[in-house]
């Protein structure tokens, strides 16, 4: 009896994927989480509009969705101010990184990112045989000298770079970005993913045109808009890189009842607006939080706060299970020295409620 024939490359993967969700965690403990704050979603919800909007899309359910995204792309395409030819549409972010690192790389081709910065893109990477060079972060913000300049040392065809940054919430000014650009090596491809970028301030999405073929920006629903379950994400390129995606992408991937319930949500500038206060307020909150406990919040522009737990890798570790064991769900980086801090997602002033009860105990027992 024979099983499948693996290819050598699935063969020489590792069995891991790149986040263990709070489900399994739940299932493992046999309980759920009294307070959801380690996978970044809103907890806020989705606005009125979108909901409304895809409860009356649910009878429609038996049709598959538009392919082309028509309706969603043209609307983006308005929304940032260039044509339906600069966007495509796919399954979160993570789907988009997927296809695009299966059209650019093959077997050996080299890829840079920062050590430690989202490991979904790695994991991508890695399925398609690329090689990762990676550098470190400096003052908890991802490095672009750094990153461009290892770009031209391995000669890559993708540079990875988020901002606002995952995990530590760190952003550069959208002009520093833009500049920064100047050193991005010939031939290769910034991937600069902006899923944050709605929650930060004023002059943190980088002024680069839409058709710039050095770059292509990373958009999501997941976040501001708090639709990670709907899985909507959109990317912005040079039209023939974005036309480029479909000869590979999954022309059926995306959900009918998402794609109505993002052009519902994409008009709702008043509660986006209110939104981004209820995230900055929580954001203080979880500060306040941490510094009733001897932590110190890093700045971010992101809706998360990265507490520095004032020790190492060990310690925010025994504090995050700690956590967990008190029903709270966090998470933390993965590489030191940004592994010293747990991240924390804003929620609800219940959530952090929980938060605050709980976070005392799980300190004293990880110091202890």
Same mark, same amino acid.
């Given at each position: ?29 046999? @309980? ?243 939104? @981004? +206060? ?46 967990? +064991? ?43």
């Amino acid at each position: 009896m024979t099983g499948p024939r693996y290819t050598p490359l699935a063969q020489s993967l590792p069995a891991t994927v790149p986040f263990v969700g709070p489900e399994a965690q739940e299932r493992a403990m046999g @309980r759920p989480f009294r307070a959801r704050l380690g996978a970044n979603e809103s907890v806020f919800g989705p606005p009125p509009a979108a909901l409304r909007a895809m409860q009356a899309a649910a009878a429609d359910i038996w049709m598959y969705a538009d392919p082309e995204s028509h309706d969603l792309r043209r609307a983006l395409a308005a929304h940032h101010a260039t044509t339906p030819e600069n966007v495509i549409v796919g399954e979160g972010i993570d789907g988009l990184l997927g296809y695009l690192v299966r059209l650019l790389i093959a077997s050996g081709d080299a890829v840079v990112t920062s050590d430690g910065a989202y490991p979904t893109f790695n994991y991508h990477v890695a399925g398609f045989g690329g090689v990762l060079h990676k550098v470190p972060y400096r003052d908890d913000f991802e490095d672009p000298a750094a990153l461009f300049a290892k770009a031209a040392e391995t000669g890559a065809k993708l540079v990875y770079l988020a901002n606002p940054d995952n995990p530590m919430g760190s952003a550069h000014t959208g002009t520093d970005i833009a500049a920064a650009l100047d050193d991005l090596p010939a031939g290769a491809l910034l991937v600069l993913d902006e899923a944050y970028v709605e929650l930060a301030q004023d002059g943190t999405a980088a002024p680069i045109a839409p058709d710039d073929p050095r770059v292509i920006r990373m958009r999501t629903f997941s976040k501001a808009y708090g639709m990670a379950g709907a899985r909507v994400g959109y990317a912005i390129g040079a039209a023939p890189l974005i036309a480029a995606f479909g000869k590979i992408r999954n022309h059926f991937g995306m959900n009918r009842t998402a794609q109505i319930g993002a052009l519902a949500a994409l008009g709702e500038a008043a509660w986006l607006d209110d939104l @981004r +206060a209820r995230v900055a307020t929580s954001r203080d909150e979880i500060a306040r939080i941490g510094a009733e406990n001897g932590l110190r919040a890093l700045p971010s522009e992101a809706n998360f706060v990265a507490l520095d737990c004032g020790g190492d890798g060990a310690l925010a570790r025994r504090v995050l299970e700690g956590l967990a +064991a008190r029903g709270v769900f966090v998470r933390m980086p993965f590489v030191a020295p940004q592994d010293r801090c747990i991240r924390v997602s804003c929620g609800r002033p219940q959530d952090l409620e929980i938060l605050a009860d709980a976070l005392p105990g799980a300190l004293a027992e990880a110091r202890g």
